[in-house]
């Protein structure tokens, strides 16, 4: 019995080193991995890439805009000259331009949700495009420079790991 509990503390003893040996050569790679961060707003706002695509949606989006705009006037025009003269007219009268004020209403609500959801579908489109671009280009500086890992999305990081302007650089060749 006296042999058996010896080995058993021998065993337990080596398990001791070995998950020791394990743990020092954990904490020693994870000294020496190499960790970027970058802020995608900025590669959002900021390259050429993305001031070319705003200025691309732009006049894509203008003459809606204008249109949008003129119809937005044409409901406020209408809207106060009900209110102005709803005192002064006939029941067939007030119940037909209210309609009309009503309708008017309803075609700009409609027409302004379809221009929201058309240029923020285009804006992702854009996006997505210009996220494609960085996303090899970050691809390629983590395997010159040797990252380990690039994060994207922090509530701090610490600027000497920040790897936005390189890849801005990069973006606006």
Known sequence: MKTASATLGKLFAVMALGWLA???AYAQSAQASRI?????ERIYNESKLAKLAGDKLKEEFSPREKAMN?????LKAATEKYTKDEATLGEVDRARRQREVVELDKDFQRRQREFREDLSQRTNEERAAIAEKATRIIKQLALTEGFD??????VWANPRIDITDKVLAALDK
């Not at 970027?36 to 995608?40: D, E, M, N, Q, R």
């Not at 003129?70 to 044409?74: I, N, S, T, V």
């Open 22 to 24: 394990l743990g020092t």
């Open 70 to 74: 003129e119809l937005g006037a044409r």
């Open 149 to 154: 890992i690039v994060l994207q999305d922090a």
């Open 36 to 40: 970027a961060w970058l802020s995608p």
